[in-house]
């Protein structure tokens, strides 16, 4: 993977050491403030599986989701209480570690491992430049960050489709030099592959790989091929190592997750809002569900503009032979997922984590095509070829340092990070639900709590995450409502509590708070750095009077 023929000018150690610092930066980004943002919902049911094989071993417990990052999670929150007895940590009530950050941490971790899974991927395919500028740019994408910072399937994913690549593609190179028998590499790619779909079940992305081998069997000097024997036994380590990676598949009750997730009866809410309008939000629903442009528009307006511009020359470049026959790779990656991710009526931001590798090589290929031509240009206008090097390093850093700017900017939220397409000012508008994805629930149920009469009743879209955090401020006598149900709202009296999310107006709600909004002004509002995320209502008649009349229509 170092070979001297992909190193050119970097030797062995200095380009470890790029590496190293490049994954030592990533993971400061992304374990830094992991803390400053309260559960989401589908985190908290994560947090709620880790206390069920706590106390009851391996179960179904959120079966619909696979076992890999589980096992994860229950790891990193049973190191981080025993972090916490320690003495140093007693001694320093700083130094906790709390439960948000416990969750939070196995995905920072190999989403900033990952860095040189795409670095190795990236030199395979198109040489040593292009992938560490790759690597950087996965470093300091603040999308990539703000993904690897939630407790999602989504980065462990990536995570072991780019390892397994690492092997696959090693294995092509082996196979055509002739350096070794590149069979145990076979199995490995197999072994994380199973690992990948026991990581989130989206087995679509084999098609990837097995589609780009599979360009190179009409050419009768390919050497790589794993021909019938050697396809069963590698098909069937996936499957055993899936089973291995994933034992819960074996309890019923997962099956009955499973199907009641496929079926939608575990489908929490009926929508989506995607720039001020309301989408219907099931897979099936195909082009109308979520529009397909919805991927389009998440990469304009949040990726830095110099990456996006990088981006389309890149795109742009791979249409051209001379970029090799790695082109083929990324336009099956690119190609695989539309197919998978584009049409489907059902979209989350999150759900783009296994695209963005394939982007920041495309991004890595235009900055490095740019930097080319700079050099050019600087070098017949000096009269000196020596320029050359120069002004190439001095593009490429210009690209990378924007990009580090712009995380910089975002910190701690990177979710809410806009580029000047997007506007600034226009955070939380285009997904209101991923861009604060609940972050604001704590610091809303605390102020609640303090303000609360005994017994009070919190309304939101959002009841087991204001059981968690009324628990947390101690306030267990807070009675927390589903906004979406009538005979709930039903039992909201005068000064009780309202919570109306950015992200979290639904089909099911969408009237209730129109009325509640014209009727009533928030007691206060809750932000997410500088960005309004959640106005709280104290409930008085003419607010009871809005919701129960919308509720009675």
């Given amino acids: 993977m170092f070979g001297a023929e992909g190193v050119h000018s970097l030797n062995r150690r200095l380009l470890a050491v790029i590496l190293s610092m490049l994954v030592v930066i990533g993971f400061g980004f992304r374990v830094s403030g992991l803390n400053a943002e309260g559960l989401s919902e589908d985190e908290l049911n994560k947090l709620n599986a880790v206390a069920d094989y706590r106390a009851h071993g391996i179960t179904s417990a959120n079966g619909e989701h696979p076992f890999v990052m589980k096992v994860l999670l229950t790891i990193s929150v049973i190191g981080a209480e025993k972090w916490n007895q320690t003495s140093c940590a007693a001694a320093n009530p700083a130094l906790k570690v709390r439960a948000e950050s416990a969750l939070r941490l196995p995905g920072a971790v190999f989403g900033a491992l990952s860095i040189a899974l795409l670095f190795l991927i990236a030199s395979e395919l198109f040489g040593v430049e292009i ?41 092509q190179r082996i196979a055509e030099s002739h350096e070794r028998q590149p069979e145990l590499l076979y199995w490995a790619t197999a072994v994380s592959f199973g690992a990948m779909i026991a990581s989130k079940y ?3 992305m084999l098609v990837v790989s097995l589609a780009y081998y599979y360009t190179f069997q009409a ?41 009641s997730f496929a079926n939608y009866k575990s489908l929490g809410h009926d929508s989506y ?19 397909w442009y919805f991927y389009l528009v998440l990469i304009a307006v949040k990726e830095p503009l110099l990456v996006l511009l990088g981006f389309i020359l890149g795109a742009g470049a791979l249409l051209r032979k001379q970029c090799g026959d790695g082109r083929y790779f990324l336009f099956f990656w690119f190609f ?76 701690p939220h990177y979710r809410l990070h806009m580029n000047a397409l997007g506007g600034a000012g ?39 995450v204001s059981v968690y955090y009324a628990q947390q401020a101690n306030r267990s006598d807070l009675i927390c409502l589903n906004l979406s149900d009538p005979n709930d709202l039903q039992k909201l009296t005068s000064d009780d509590f309202v ?31 500088a960005t309004p995320a959640a106005d709280v209502y104290v409930m008085d008649q003419n607010a009871l009077e809005a919701l129960r009349g919308t509720a009675q229509r």
Avoid at 273 to 283: D, K
Avoid at 515 to 529: C, Q
């Fill in 499 to 529: 919570i109306d999310g950015q992200g979290r107006t639904y089909f099911s709600n969408q009237a209730i708070l129109l009325r509640l909004r014209k009727a009533s002004r928030p007691a206060f509002t809750i932000s997410v750095g």
């Fill in 336 to 411: 695989s997922w539309t197919l998978v991710f584009i049409f489907a009526g059902g979209k989350f931001t999150r759900y783009s984590t296994s695209l963005l590798p394939a982007i920041m090589i495309t991004a890595a290929i235009g900055i490095h095509l740019a930097a080319r031509a700079f050099a050019g240009l600087c070098a017949r206008l000096a009269g000196n070829k020596r320029v050359k090097l120069l002004a190439r390093a001095v593009l490429a850093m210009t690209v990378i340092i924007s990009a580090l700017w712009s995380t910089a900017d975002a910190w």
């Fill in 426 to 464: 226009s955070a939380g508008f285009y997904f209101p639900q991923d861009e604060f994805y609940d972050a604001y629930m704590r610091d809303a149920l605390n102020e609640i709590a303090r303000r609360a009469r005994p017994g009070a009743r919190v309304a939101s879209e959002l009841p087991t």
């Fill in 202 to 204: 989206v087995p679509q």
């Fill in 219 to 259: 050419i009768p000097e390919t050497r790589w091929r794993l021909k019938k024997k050697r396809f069963l036994i590698f098909f069937s380590l996936i499957g055993v190592s899936f089973l291995f990676f994933n034992p819960p598949i074996f309890l019923p009750g997962t099956w009955r997750a499973i199907f």
């Fill in 273 to 291: 809002e995607f720039m001020g309008r309301l989408y219907s939000h099931r897979v099936t629903d195909w082009l109308k569900g979520e529009p």
């Fill in 131 to 171: 992938g560490l500028l790759a690597a950087a740019l996965w470093t300091f994408d603040p999308l990539t960050i703000g993904f690897n910072r939630i407790a999602k399937e989504d980065t462990f994913l990536v995570f072991f489709f780019l390892l397994a690549n690492v092997f696959w593609l090693r294995s």
